[in-house]
């Protein structure tokens, strides 16, 4: 039994694909709950995405995990994921924080032709309300959804 992070599809899909990523901090811990820290780590990931043609369509950055809804090849949608936790683990060493950020891998969801990304958007824009952290989607700082209003 191999514990190398969990198994991806044998096969790539190709073309533009909706992909739904979760990435959990390191031990799940809150590493994330201050504001500036989760503002730079979300900043971050829209450069990275931004540069590299990955669309993001909607993202909450939570105190333990983030969620993000990318429009993308799924090739380079998981490369840039990969590349943003570099990248901000390597902020985060340099702002003096101890210990990891991340946890190792993620989890991606490659969206099937009838899922309705409107449904992924929507559960990413509710996390922060269902998880008790504000009252309305619309309060919560590091949170965006372009497709669920």
């Known amino acids: 039994m191999s514990t190398h992070g969990p198994r991806r599809l044998a096969v790539e899909i ?41 669309e993001i369509l909607a993202y909450a950055v939570m105190p333990d995990q983030v969620h993000v809804l990318v429009r993308a090849p799924q090739r380079e949608a998981c490369r840039t994921v990969v590349r943003w936790k570099q990248r901000t683990g390597f902020y985060w060493a340099q702002q003096g924080m101890t210990g990891a950020l991340w946890q ?28 008790g952290l504000v009252d ?7 949170a965006e959804s372009r497709l669920h209003q």
């Open 14 to 54: 190709t073309g533009i694909r909706w992909v739904f990523f979760t990435i959990c901090c390191h031990q799940r811990l809150p590493l994330l709950a201050d504001v500036v820290q989760a503002r730079a780590v979300r900043d971050q990931l829209l450069r990275i995405a931004t540069a590299r043609g990955v």
């Open 104 to 131: 190792r891998g993620f989890h991606d969801r490659l969206l099937r032709i009838d899922d309705d990304p409107r449904s992924i958007a929507a559960y990413i824009a509710s996390n922060p309300v269902r998880a």
């Open 136 to 142: 309305r989607e619309e309060d919560y700082p590091v």
